[in-house]
């Protein structure tokens, strides 16, 4: 079932922007956007995984996902279906603030503890892995697949270092522009998931 939700126009409006300022107007945005919503419709948005995503999951990868803060879209019940399907899931994990993000097997519904940036971590001593699919929480996206994230470059090295790695960013659909500022080491999307659809960038042929 759609969630009937106002109109969420893409931000033609919006001058280019650096990364900084576009971060801090899209979360403004998105505050916003889920602040007018109800708490039924907040509890149904991500509550059903869409039949598009389902391949994905079909060989049992080790999936990641996030504990969402501020604003981002909660994914936790998606996490319960695909650890149903026999996925193993896991989320990130930081030793400290500086330290290299790192991702440990949670088994959804468990307790987390406490995480530099919020949102809660798997345990120190829970096992490290190399996921092959990605839940990635979003700032702003466009439809050619570029993601504006925190800024802190934690997917992306990760994503440099596993290119075979399925990227999918989670986001809100007020958080599309029409254009993400990228720099040469940002890597895009293979797809986007938001309340409203299900988005796989073309790929363009260099």
């Known amino acids: 079932m759609v969630v ?5 126009p893409c931000h033609d409006g919006i001058m280019m922007m650096n990364k900084t300022s576009l971060r801090r107007h899209l979360r403004d945005v998105r505050r916003d956007y889920v602040a007018r919503m109800s708490a039924t419709d907040r509890a149904r948005t991500f509550s059903i995984l869409p039949s598009p995503i389902k391949p994905l999951f079909a060989h ?3 999936v990641a996902g996030y504990a969402a803060v501020a604003g981002e879209c909660n994914v936790m019940t998606l996490l319960g279906q695909i650890d149903a399907l026999g996925c193993p899931v896991a989320l990130p994990w930081f030793a400290n603030r500086s330290a290299p993000m790192q991702f440990k097997l949670w088994m959804p519904g468990t307790a987390l503890s406490p995480a530099p940036f919020g949102g809660g971590q798997p345990e120190d001593a829970a096992q490290t892995v190399d996921p092959a699919v990605l839940l990635m929480p979003l700032i702003g996206f ?4 570029n993601r ?6 934690h997917y992306d090295r990760l994503l440099a270092q596993h290119a075979d790695a ?6 809100w659909s007020v958080q599309e522009v029409t254009e993400i500022p990228t720099d040469p080491w940002d890597i895009p999307l293979d797809h986007i998931l938001t309340e409203r659809e299900w988005i796989t960038p073309m790929k363009v042929s260099t």
């Open 166 to 171: 399925v990227a999918v960013g989670v986001g």
């Open 148 to 153: 504006l994230g925190q800024g802190g470059g």
């Open 142 to 145: 466009d439809r050619a697949g």
């Open 60 to 62: 049992r990868p080790v």
């Open 4 to 8: 009937p939700l106002p109109p969420s």
